[in-house]
């Protein structure tokens, strides 16, 4: 299996930008699919972002295309997540997901493995 430490969260104000990061251990971090996931209070956790194991196809959710950037470095075994004009609505407990397979999947029950998730709060 696969263990997966997520940081980089913070506090920064609407129009702003964080970078997420998740560090993957114990297993090929290569062989498998790493997604982002976000869940708001009292909210469903919701896809953000996945990106294909070598790093060359990726999926976005609607509400992040364009401002949201996944990419992932596999000789560091990290996946990150790039996070430009921020918005208030993008405030959320952010979780990066892994999964040994080749779909770029969209619901949670199709990742094994989670990170602990790292807090973003958007100020207005």
């Known amino acids: 299996q696969v263990q997966l430490v997520d940081n980089g969260g913070g506090l920064v104000q609407a129009g702003g930008s964080l970078r997420l990061s998740c560090a993957a251990s114990g297993r090929t971090f290569s062989d498998y699919v790493m997604a982002w996931f976000r869940q708001a209070p009292g909210k469903e956790r919701k896809f953000v972002a996945a990106i294909s194991r070598g790093g060359s196809s990726t999926l976005y959710a609607d509400s992040v295309k364009g401002r949201f950037t996944i990419s992932r470095d596999n000789a560091k075994n990290t996946v990150y997540l790039q996070m430009n004009s921020l918005k208030p609505e993008d405030t959320g407990v952010y979780y990066c997901?892994?999964?040994?397979?080749?779909?770029?999947?969209?619901?949670?029950?199709?990742?094994?493995?989670w990170g602990q998730g790292t807090q973003v709060t958007v100020s207005s």
């Open positions: 997901a892994a999964d040994r397979t080749i779909r770029l999947a969209v619901q949670p029950s199709s990742y094994n493995y």
